[in-house]
């Protein structure tokens, strides 16, 4: 005759170990990029430029309020989208100490042609925290647009030259 005491154990052991192998598989880190602790996550739940750039080095802000002409909005449109109706998945990773390389694919994107595009962030150990490093991006971009920008290459396709 089982007691009560004997069946409580064995529910109390699968219980347990039902956990504890979820709790590993949570950890894993392998869903929404959450590695660099939640960089990605975070920034996705930012509202404004101010809250965003918590999340970039000091050098890409100000190369990005340098675009932007101090504006903001501005320097916000110059980013990846990141936010509640963005999805992503990690494709890669890769740390050298306080650097790292991180490969997404957008797998849920308001602008439909992004969905299965990858990108690679650069991303720096500031401190305690990860920060997304697109200083680099930036800048050249900056220096493409003072060659000219892709509307006025396609205005002057159009024209004919």
Known sequence: MRTSSSRFRRGGTAILAAALAFGLSACSGRDGAASFDGVFEKLARARDFNEA???YTDGTVKALEEAGGGSGKAALRLLP????????EEVSKRVEG???VIRIRYSAHPVENMVGFEMEFQVRKIGDSWKIDLENEVRGAIEARGKGSAAEYIRGVTRGY
Do not use: A, I, N, S
């Not at 989208?81 to 992503?88: A, C, G, N, P």
């Open 53 to 55: 750039k918590r999340y």
């Open 81 to 88: 989208l990141f936010d509640e109706r963005t999805k992503w």
């Open 98 to 100: 306080p650097r790292g």
